[in-house]
């Protein structure tokens, strides 16, 4: 079973840029939450989308959005880029059910770096 | 709100000996789901153990266990027989059932296993 994948894997832009970000799921799972990674917050949670809806949204400014298709992929945009944007986003799939058990399987990352 | 604590941000362990790394918690949720993920150099998040608020007995999961004291809000992970590949960033994370798919982490404690 193929895990969860990533595009690209790095990116450089430029301030003022924006960049969308892609994630294909676990076959099966219909859940898929975005993280953004850096050295000073750690790991912050940006949005989760379950069938093609945004479900659950952590505190990032509205230049961070997202979208789920039908096949369940997801792709994350941030627009007008700043130097803080800079950080590893992970994509993280599930099952998605209201289950009490939340495993997320998270992919490789897609490392971005804003100059 | 809920917030991890990781205390160690830095763990060095002689190979073949078992660890315990420290997390302790803080939620006003009565029911949560508490994890351990793993993070090698690669960035990818590796999931090693999950523990339900209400699960009565300690998870674990081949050399994984989960030493989890609700009353004292803690839920360290103890590590038997490290291996060399167990070095690694490990991060403590948390949910609650309300909100399943947001998932709050620790700020990771880096462990390094000597040969």
């Known amino acids: 079973k193929a895990g969860v994948t990533q595009t690209p894997r790095y990116l450089i832009k430029t301030r003022g840029q924006q960049v969308t970000l892609s994630c294909s799921p676990i076959s099966g799972h219909r859940s898929v939450s975005w993280y953004q990674q850096t050295p000073g917050q750690g790991l912050q949670f940006l949005f989760e989308y379950f069938s093609e809806t945004q479900r659950n949204k952590g505190n990032f400014p509205g230049r961070f959005s997202g979208r789920q298709f039908s096949n369940s992929r997801s792709e994350m945009n941030v627009s007008t880029l700043e130097l803080g944007d800079s950080a590893l986003y992970l994509c993280?799939?599930?099952?998605?059910?209201?289950?009490?058990?939340?495993?997320?399987?998270f992919g490789p990352g897609t490392r971005l770096t804003v100059t | 709100a809920q917030k991890i604590t990781q205390t160690q941000p830095g763990m060095f362990v002689q190979e073949k000996e078992a660890v315990t790394l420290d997390c302790t918690y803080d939620?006003?949720?009565?029911?949560?789901?508490l994890f351990w993920y793993k993070q090698p150099s690669s960035g990818e998040m590796i999931f090693l153990i999950y523990?339900?608020?209400?699960?009565?007995q300690n998870a674990t999961e081949g050399r994984y266990s989960l030493n989890f004291q609700k009353a004292r809000k803690s839920a360290n992970l103890v590590i038997s027989a490290s291996q060399l590949g167990d070095s690694a960033m490990y991060f403590c994370?948390?949910?609650?059932?309300?909100?399943?798919?947001?998932?709050?982490f620790g700020s990771g404690t880096r462990l390094s296993i000597r040969p």
């Open positions: 523990q339900g608020s209400y699960d009565q």
């Open positions: 993280a799939s599930s099952l998605g059910g209201l289950t009490n058990r939340y495993e997320q399987y």
């Open positions: 994370a948390m949910s609650p059932y309300s909100s399943a798919s947001k998932i709050i």
């Open positions: 939620t006003s949720d009565p029911s949560y789901g």
